[in-house]
Nanobody, 121 residues
Framework: QVQLVESGGDLVQAGGSLRLSCAAS????????MNWYRQAPGKQRELVAT???????NYADSVKGRFTISRDNAKNTVYLQMNSLKPEDTAVYYC???????????????WGRGTQVTVSS
């Protein structure tokens, strides 16, 4: 059993910053990619940022230059530093991690419950 718990969501003014965290716990053998998604009201969930086990990162065009994803492998935690926030960044942000629970079971994607980010204009 693996749990992902996000934190750090808040109400912030446009131009402000937030740092989201997501800690994975439970039966973890190894963690592959760790990712942040978001879903705004009435819209599909979209991939915001991803970081591989070796630290390679990728970002959605809409957040490039403003958001930074990082991870602490010792803590099984992924972060999302969000700067220069815009009202269109308002969404529920979900953590996703591809985790292996032992050496003979295929990696599986796990999801957190989400944290609300609201950016006021």
């Amino acid at each position: 059993q693996v749990q992902l718990v996000e934190s750090g969501g808040d109400l912030v003014q446009a131009g402000g910053s937030l740092r989201l965290s997501c800690a994975a716990s439970g039966s973890i053998f190894s963690t592959n990619s760790m990712n942040w998604y978001r879903q705004a009201p009435g819209k599909q969930r979209e991939l915001v940022a991803t970081i591989t086990s070796d630290g390679s990162t990728n970002y959605a065009d809409s957040v490039k230059g403003r958001f930074t994803i990082s991870r602490d492998n010792a803590k099984n935690t992924v972060y999302l530093q969000m700067n220069s926030l815009k009202p269109e960044d308002t969404a529920v942000y979900y953590c996703n991690a591809v985790i292996r629970i032992d050496s003979y079971t295929a990696p599986r994607a796990n999801w957190g419950r989400g944290t609300q980010v609201t950016v006021s204009s």
